[in-house]
């Protein structure tokens, strides 16, 4: 029979031995959580070590990811291919335990997380893609029930996961979708790195998640493993609430002189108190040394396997009687775009060609959208309040909502809704995303206004951070949104994004560069991608060839095209709405008989990533280069531009023209500049 006290003492014992090894870390929240991970992980969750990509397989995440070897411990102790060597280089340079649990690093992590508040929100992403899964592949026939997508997601959070304001956005939402196989473990220990938290921690989280709509079970003592399976066994009944558990734990269990206080949370208990700790837990097993009966008891390989077993044969028999939605799913999970995609792409690219509209971008998305969303069924928008501004919806993605019982409401043709409102939440938005993403079966795309991706910054970050095929749609991208004013109108921001490794951004021109980004964007399986859309019309950019839009930057008229029949002697690069006005410079500088050319670049990091050869094919060694960019100027410089037709002050309130003509985005300024480069030469 299996001892719980022993299995939580060998998770406290390999956390204080791996933080102290590398004399860093957080022993505290591992040691106070490790009865509660005592019931879920040995008794309710429901995964195979042995196969860590197991489509049905319950989510777990660590919201509160300083605990990180509470995680490392529990995937070795139950069979996952992470072997004693990895804990013992725990935070150490290429090893698979790092600081903070990382996805794609290390088998059976879900997401990464460090940054609090956003693993309960990416949680509640999964929990929310599971729900639509089951709503649109699960069947029922007669009395036989098809159920291939039914499995729960949990996560442990702590203190500093609730006092986050993305914890707010996201487990409202999670209330209003009744997002019933959500479950959230709260290790309420009272500890933050400044002490105790009562003095700035006054929340009734109970009465909080209550007001959500969350089924909320406790305090109950986190230290009582049975107590604690309990209550997770009776938040698995919840039909149509999140539940929340709260756990009343001790930081530090087990430790004489450090439980209960700040100083078991982020620094070694040193070796005289981890002497004292193994005697007063009745450990007496030297460092990092797990007796076989504990290994036991905590082996799920087997009982893993049999649950994994028992669905291949459901998905058997799901199969026959549903081969096309069966090869779907595969498809969807595996992350693979429809073998007519590239079809869809080009055809989507071609009729923007012909077509030739003067359109905003936001509106030329919202056409390319159009394409795809009918092509793909796992595109799933949405907007942050704005969708009437940012264009998000389409005629494929009805409006999500769910019934009084928590039922996904479908259409009359029995299609799910494909666009979420996620209110005021642009933070929250951009982690749910994420969430969406790592569960898999879904591409999410969610928009709002430019300057407003300063609020969803961070989880943008660990989208890159964690190569999440996630898009995020911008909006009202610089000073051409006109008389909102400065508060609006981004300046840095297409600037700032473009420094984020691993995220591409993209500032098209007219409708052809947009439903190029877009086949580009749904391509990058391996990074996220930032869309950066105007609110004013662009004309369409006449073109002789699409095949290089696509690589970032492309040459887009030549002096011929101006009329003028005459070798370069300066090149203009302009993104966005900027390209027009470099196209009338040209014209200005052909009438003056300067040639020039002009270069389309609507995504620097896409160009960036070209060949030596390409880049100096579209910008020529020893021709002097000038950008227009509405926007920040330090990121053009690295071009070797001789100068950057931009903006380095804040915006104003007026009319768009006005403030084109006031901040010096007028052809004849573009012309004048490039003319006083020559000037130098």
Not at 85 to 93: G, I, S, T, V
Not at 96 to 111: F, M, N
Not at 368 to 381: D, I, N, R, S, Y
């Amino acid at each position: 029979m299996a001892n719980p006290r022993q299995m939580a003492n060998a998770i406290r014992a390999l956390a204080m031995d791996a933080v102290q090894q590398a004399n860093s870390g957080h022993p505290g929240a591992p040691m106070g959580m490790a009865d509660m991970a005592v019931a879920l992980w040995g008794n309710q969750l429901r995964h195979n070590p042995r196969n860590p990509g197991w489509i049905n397989r319950d989510r777990f995440v660590l919201s509160n990811g300083h605990g990180s070897m509470l995680l490392y411990a529990l995937l070795h102790l139950t069979g996952y291919k992470l072997p004693m060597q990895e804990l013992k280089n725990f935070r150490q340079l290429h090893s698979k335990t790092a600081g903070h649990p990382e996805y794609g690093i290390t088998p059976g992590v879900e997401t990464t997380t460090g940054p609090l508040g956003q693993g309960i929100t990416n949680a509640v992403g999964m929990a929310l893609a599971e729900k639509l899964l089951a709503a649109e592949f699960n069947r029922k026939d007669g009395d036989v029930e098809h159920t291939v997508v039914d499995h729960h997601t949990y996560v442990f959070m702590g203190d500093g996961c609730l006092m986050e304001g993305i914890s707010h956005e996201a487990c409202a939402l999670a209330g209003a979708w009744k997002l019933n196989k959500l479950i959230a473990l709260y290790d309420d220990n009272g500890i933050s790195i400044d002490g105790q938290v009562a003095p700035w921690f006054i929340d009734n989280t109970a009465l909080r998640f209550a007001a959500y709509g969350w089924n909320v079970i406790g305090p109950i003592d986190g230290q009582d493993s049975a107590a604690v399976t309990q209550a997770i066994a009776d938040a698995k009944n919840s039909a149509d609430k999140p539940t929340l558990i709260i756990c009343k734990t001790h930081i530090g269990f087990g430790s004489p002189n450090r439980v209960d206080t700040a100083k078991a949370h982020g620094e070694p208990l040193g070796a005289e108190e981890i002497k004292l700790t193994r005697e007063a837990l009745d450990w007496p097993h030297a460092p990092f040394v797990i007796p076989k009966e504990v290994y036991a008891d905590w082996d799920a390989k087997a009982k893993g396997q049999a649950a994994e077993s028992a669905w291949n044969d459901r998905f058997v028999a799901y199969r026959k009687a549903y081969p096309e939605l069966a090869r779907e799913l595969k498809r969807r999970m595996a992350g693979e775009l429809p073998k007519h995609f590239a079809q869809t792409a080009v055809d989507a690219t071609i009729t923007a060609h012909g077509k030739a509209e003067t359109v905003a971008s936001r509106k030329a998305s919202q056409i390319a959208l159009e394409a795809f969303t009918a092509a793909l069924p796992e595109m799933l928008g949405g907007s942050a309040d704005l969708t009437g501004s940012n264009l998000t919806n389409t005629k494929s993605t009805p409006a999500l909502r769910m019934d009084l019982s928590g039922d996904v409401v479908k259409t009359e043709d029995g299609r799910i809704g494909r666009h979420i409102n996620y209110g005021v939440r642009e933070f929250g938005m951009a982690a749910i995303m994420n969430g969406v993403a790592l569960h898999g079966g879904y591409i999410p795309y969610g928009g709002t206004f430019l300057t407003f991706s300063d609020y969803s910054r961070n989880a943008i970050r660990m989208a890159a951070l964690m190569k999440l095929r996630v898009i995020h749609v911008f909006t009202h991208d610089s000073i051409g949104l006109g008389e909102d004013g400065p508060t609006h109108q981004s300046v840095e921001h297409a600037a700032s994004l473009r420094l984020i490794p691993n995220l591409d951004v993209w500032r098209p021109a007219d409708t052809a560069e947009t439903a190029v980004a877009w086949a580009v964007a749904l391509q990058n399986s391996d990074k996220p991608t930032a869309l950066l859309l105007s609110r004013q019309n662009l004309a369409y950019a006449p073109k002789n060839d699409l095949g290089e839009i696509s690589r970032g930057a492309y040459v887009l008229s030549e002096p011929a095209d101006a009329g003028l029949k005459k070798k370069a002697r300066a090149v203009i690069i302009a993104t966005g709405s900027e390209v027009q006005l470099a196209l009338k410079a040209q014209a200005l500088l052909a009438d003056r008989k300067i040639a020039v050319r002009v270069v389309s670049m609507p995504s620097t990091t896409a160009f960036d990533r070209q060949s030596e050869a390409y880049k100096s094919e579209v910008l020529p060694r020893g021709l002097p280069r000038v950008a227009v960019e509405m926007g920040s100027t330090g990121g053009w410089w690295k071009y070797g531009c001789a100068a950057v037709v931009g903006i380095d002050s804040y915006g104003e309130s007026a009319p768009a023209p006005v403030l084109f003509q006031h901040f010096g985005f007028t052809p004849e300024n573009v012309a004048d500049t490039v003319q006083a480069v020559l000037s130098r030469k």
